[in-house]
């Protein structure tokens, strides 16, 4: 946006946009919030945005008087649209003074108060502007932020603009081909088994109710340039904070697989009262999957954004770090492709030993969150009927040679075993030629858990 509203015309060529406008030049205030420092008080914040304004001033050959950030952008606005043109101002991640300190409310409730001051500006340089652009993580109400910019339209759902900042199933396989190939050649696979794999691993984000899901850029690229399948969300932030949350509200995770909610939830950002489900949406945790009569169904994106996020989860709930999380679950597979309950147990237990035992005796929800996010994890179809306020969860695992269909009981293993032959949950897997396994999961009570097994002969 930068070089197209500067009139760089020559660093489009051979794109879309190369002869499809008129590349006139206006000048361009560019804040970036992510490299302007903010941490160290309010009157080195404000210095810091006086330097990025007086860089630019200096740029286009202007003399600035104001020291005061707020005057000196209306003044700089002013002079530059008088000496060249209309003025654009771009701004980048306005709201990380905030988000930065969102476990210091104080902090964060001043920076807020000193940007909604600076961001009142733009509604007084009106006439000087040609266009003006934001971006953010998360959203706050016009009222706190932007109390007076009526004029600011919110693109963030707009059907409209839904696919401009994701990769589309079209542009993916017209402009990565060669890529495409390569990871086909270096998997041993098909090309259209690579595409599956990459839409289960990378699509899923919709910002037009659902209609149309995009891919994640960032993961593209570096899928690309290792050409290997893994997960790179871990690398771009951990989600302490959100963790912390969910765990303080009491969020029942297993309704993150499919949260329902009515739209005010799309402007739901209250500094004194935060909401998880608003706030995993605004970060890329959640998206839209569907709407209907204005209610809105949430879920994780895809594969790697559910299990980045999952382990995070995981490992704050079991008290354990990240790192350690992977390892165990991905040994439980292999045991129950052995068919080593013994061992699954004993994984089983150390994944629960680290509890405490405040926790024990209190909240039989943990554990019900625990072994829900395990589950996720393992690869088990999650089936949610009759949710009540002490969880419900059913869970089906298909490996190779085996199906497990998979019932925990906070008491007894027994209980939990006879509830799958009640129910007769396995009924839809009695054609499947693999081995059919009722597992029964219990005693989370005794701190000591016990696994029944036991093979339905069909």
Known sequence: ?????????????????????????????????????????????????????????????????????????KELAA?????????????????????????????????KEFIAEFYEVLKYIDAYTKFVFITGVSKFSKVSIFSRLNNLADITTNAKFSQIVGYTQEELESYFPEHLMNLATETGRQTTDVLKQIKEWYNGYSWNEGK????????ILNLFYANRFQNYWFGTATPTFLIKLI??????????????AGEEILDSYDLNNLDPIALLFQTGYLTIKKV???????????????????????AAYAQLFPSQIKPIYLDMLDYLAEEDIGRFTKNLNALFAGIPGVL?????????????????????????????????????????????????????AKA???QIK???????YLADPRKLFLLGIGGFQDKQIEVLKEELVK
């Not at 209309?86 to 980048?92: E, H, P, R, T, W």
């Not at 209190?362 to 395990?374: D, H, M, N, T, W």
């Not at 994890?377 to 695992?397: H, N, Q």
């Not at 009640?422 to 839809?428: C, F, I, L, T």
């Open 422 to 428: 009640e129910k007769r949950y396995y009924e839809k």
């Open 416 to 418: 939990a075993l006879s």
């Open 360 to 412: 024990h005796l209190k909240y039989e929800a943990y554990y019900q969150s625990l072994f829900y996010l395990l589950l996720a994890l393992l690869g088990a179809e999650i089936t949610l009927e009759e949710y009540t306020d002490k969880g419900r969860i059913d869970g089906v695992l298909e490996l190779e040679d085996q199906v497990y269909i998979i019932e925990f009981k906070i008491d007894q």
């Open 1 to 73: 946006l930068k070089e197209i509203l500067a009139g760089n015309r020559e660093l489009f060529e051979g794109l879309w946009i190369y002869d499809k406008i008129s590349w006139e030049r206006h000048p361009v205030i560019h804040l970036d919030f992510s490299s302007i420092t903010h941490s160290k008080g309010l009157q080195n914040f404000e210095k810091n945005i006086n330097y990025v304004l007086d860089t630019t001033a200096a740029q286009y050959e202007v003399n600035l008087v104001n020291n005061d950030s707020k005057e000196k952008l």
């Open 212 to 219: 149309d899901t995009v891919y994640n850029p960032f993961g």
């Open 292 to 314: 209907r009569n204005r209610l809105y169904t949430f879920a994780y994106p895809n594969f790697e954004v559910k299990e980045a996020f999952l382990v995070h989860l995981t």
């Open 247 to 260: 765990k303080e509200k009491k969020v029942a995770v297993e309704k993150l697989e499919e949260y329902k």
């Open 79 to 111: 002079k530059l649209a008088e000496k060249y043109a209309k003025v654009a101002i771009l701004i980048d991640e306005y709201d990380k003074p905030i988000v930065d300190y969102i476990e210091n409310i104080p902090k964060a409730q001043e920076n």
